[in-house]
């Protein structure tokens, strides 16, 4: 069964410093792959997403992820951390028996100290 | 940019209630879907419609119903609200299928007492 994986429940970073959010997902085949980002009392925004094309997608807010099929990852990396980033990240996945439902991860929460 | 509108930001309720969830999306999207979110566990898909008066059962479908007579809003409904079902209800559509990624709404924080 199609599954995804956050590696961490929370990352707690400074201000300024790299941000690596871990995802892997197992699949039998090349599944289309998002992050979605949840700030406190809001709904869920795309960040990016992944289907088959370029393997490191860009996405908004400076984010970006790379699809590894060797290792099957998706992490989600920025190079500075900014205090709006701090949020709830969830890494996921369509399956393959519909292209409509997507399968989310439990979710990361982002914090970053001044 | 797509609005998904969920009618309620908090509700509270009681045991054994009939419990109405309203979702209004504005762009003409064929597909809506609701999730509960619980901490630790992401969300879990209850129920979506690809088409007025059409529905299909997500993952966790025991307990809810959905409803959609208009192509714009999709109605989640609680028969006999219960305890286990406090949580945060999502509401999202899209235009095109699970890949093209979807537009949420702002949730809804149900307590059930």
């Known amino acids: 069964a199609q599954s995804v994986t956050q590696l961490d429940s929370h990352v707690s970073v400074s201000e300024g410093t790299p941000v690596l959010l871990r995802c892997n997902y197992s699949?039998?085949?090349?599944?289309?792959l998002f992050w979605y980002v949840q700030h406190p009392n809001k709904g869920l925004q795309l960040l990016l997403k992944?289907?088959?094309?370029?393997?490191l997608v860009k996405g908004i807010n400076g984010f970006e992820a790379e699809f590894k099929k060797s290792e099957t990852s998706f992490h989600l990396t920025k190079p500075s951390a900014h205090m709006s980033d701090a949020a709830e990240y969830f890494c996921?996945?369509?399956?393959?028996?519909?292209?409509?439902?997507?399968?989310f991860g439990s979710g990361t929460r982002l914090l970053v100290r001044p | 940019d797509v609005k998904v509108t969920q009618s309620s930001r908090y509700l509270v309720k009681r045991t054994g209630e009939k419990v109405f969830l309203e979702c209004v999306q504005d762009?003409?999207?064929?597909?809506m879907f609701w999730y509960r979110q619980d901490p630790g566990l992401g969300l879990r898909l209850i129920y979506f419609?690809?088409?007025?008066?059409?529905?299909e059962k997500g993952d966790i479908p025991e307990g809810y119903s959905v409803s959609r007579e208009k192509k714009e809003r999709f109605s989640l409904i609680l028969e006999s609200a219960s305890t286990n079902q406090t949580s945060m209800y999502l509401c999202?559509?899209?235009?095109?299928?699970?890949?093209?990624?979807?537009?949420f709404g702002s949730g809804t924080r149900l307590t059930v007492v």
């Open positions: 999202a559509s899209s235009l095109e299928g699970g890949g093209g990624g979807y537009t």
């Open positions: 699949s039998s085949y090349s599944p289309s």
């Open positions: 992944y289907t088959s094309a370029a393997t």
């Open positions: 996921v996945v369509t399956p393959p028996d519909s292209s409509y439902k997507l399968i």
């Open positions: 762009m003409d999207h064929e597909n």
């Open positions: 419609s690809y088409d007025v008066k059409m529905k």
